[in-house]
């Protein structure tokens, strides 16, 4: 079946330093890939999305590219700030005979310190 | 623009009790989804419809009802409540496959 798999589960860091989180999927569909991120009780909130190969997606300071040969989609940022402490998910959305079908990772959660 | 309203906003239940969860969106989306997040195992979709009186099982639907009685509303049952469970469960909608998808805050569940 589809999956998602991120790596780190916690990603500790100095404001200012930059920051990648790993995201690779499993699918046989066309996939479209997004990035979720979800601040202390608050609902998980889109941040990137993709589904065109090579080509970088940007918003808000972070960016990704979709990579379907290494079937990977890493989140980046050059300079982290305080406010991006908070929990990131990759999600892959795949179109099959069901209808759509949204697949999480396990989410990594990044602390940004002083 | 549109919200998404989970009722209640926690929920604490017995030990084989039967519990349920209200979802309402007002964006006017065909698809809604039930996913339940549980620390270190990241957003699991239960149960997801792709259009009013449709269901489809995710990967956790075991132990888990769900109807779709209007286009607006999603409601999910827990059909017994299993001792020391604690977990948040997020309504979501989208217009369709592989647009964005918004987020309600969620219903968190304690089972005692």
């Known amino acids: 079946g589809d999956s998602v798999t991120q790596t780190e589960g916690l990603v500790t860091l100095t404001k200012g330093l930059p920051v990648m989180l790993n995201c690779t999927y499993q699918?046989?569909?066309?996939?479209?890939l997004f990035w979720y991120v979800q601040h202390l009780n608050e609902a998980p909130k889109l941040l990137l999305k993709s589904s065109t190969d090579n080509k970088r997606t940007e918003h808000q300071g972070f960016y990704a590219t979709l990579h379907k040969s290494s079937s990977s989609f890493h989140l980046q940022k050059s300079s982290v700030q305080l406010s991006d402490s908070a929990l990131y998910f990759c999600a892959l959305s795949v179109a099959n005979s069901a209808g759509n079908k949204l697949t999480f990772g396990i989410g990594t959660r990044v602390l940004v310190r002083p | 623009g549109g919200i998404i309203t989970q009722t209640p906003k926690f929920l604490i239940g017995q030990e084989g009790q039967k519990l349920t969860l209200k979802c309402q969106q007002n964006?006017?989306?065909?698809?809604m989804y039930w996913y339940r997040q549980d620390s270190g195992k990241g957003l699991r979709l239960i149960y997801y419809?792709?259009?009013?009186?449709?269901?489809q099982k995710g990967d956790l639907s075991e132990g888990y009802d769900a109807s779709r009685e209007k286009k607006s509303s999603f409601s999910l049952t827990v059909t017994s409540a299993q001792k020391n469970e604690m977990a948040v469960f997020l309504c979501?909608?989208?217009?369709?496959?592989?647009?964005?998808?918004?987020f309600g805050k969620g219903t968190r569940l304690t089972v005692v």
């Open positions: 419809s792709i259009t009013e009186n449709d269901l």
């Open positions: 699918t046989t569909y066309s996939p479209f």
């Open positions: 979501a909608s989208s217009i369709r496959t592989n647009t964005e998808v918004f």
């Open positions: 964006f006017n989306h065909d698809t």
